[in-house]
């Protein structure tokens, strides 16, 4: 099985910045996809970026020139740098992997535990 751990989640001022940080770890595995989720409060949980083995990324239109999403391979770990935050972008930000178990061969979708990402004045 695969873990999660997530860090760089906080409280920033709108037009600033944050950097969420996501390793992955566990059985030998191959990543598919690596995502960030987040889920402000009464809605539902959206998709924020997505990308590739082959680095093709995915962006949610609000977000899309202000995220970028990044891995570090030999690490396995996922990176969300987030500038110029606005209010709405308050959320619980969620890692997500999707991975092949190199062992089993089966797929697994595996999540973080979130980080809170407040954008306030």
């Known amino acids: 099985q695969v873990q999660l751990v997530e860090s760089g989640g906080g409280v920033v001022q709108p037009g600033g910045s944050l950097r969420l940080s996501c390793q992955a770890s566990?059985?030998?595995?191959?990543?598919?996809?690596m995502a960030w989720h987040r889920q402000a409060p009464g809605k539902e949980r959206e998709s924020v970026a997505t990308?590739?083995?082959?680095?093709?990324?995915n962006y949610e239109p609000s977000v899309k020139g202000r995220f970028t999403i990044s891995v570090e391979r030999a690490r396995n770990m996922v990176f969300l740098q987030m500038n110029d935050l606005k209010p709405e972008d308050t959320a619980v930000y969620y890692c997500?992997?999707?991975?092949?178990?190199?062992?089993?061969?089966?797929?697994?979708?595996?999540w973080g535990q979130g980080t809170q990402v407040t954008v306030s004045s």
């Open positions: 997500n992997v999707v991975v092949h178990l190199v062992r089993t061969g089966a797929v697994e979708n595996a």
């Open positions: 566990g059985s030998e595995f191959l990543w598919r996809t």
């Open positions: 990308i590739a083995r082959d680095e093709s990324t």
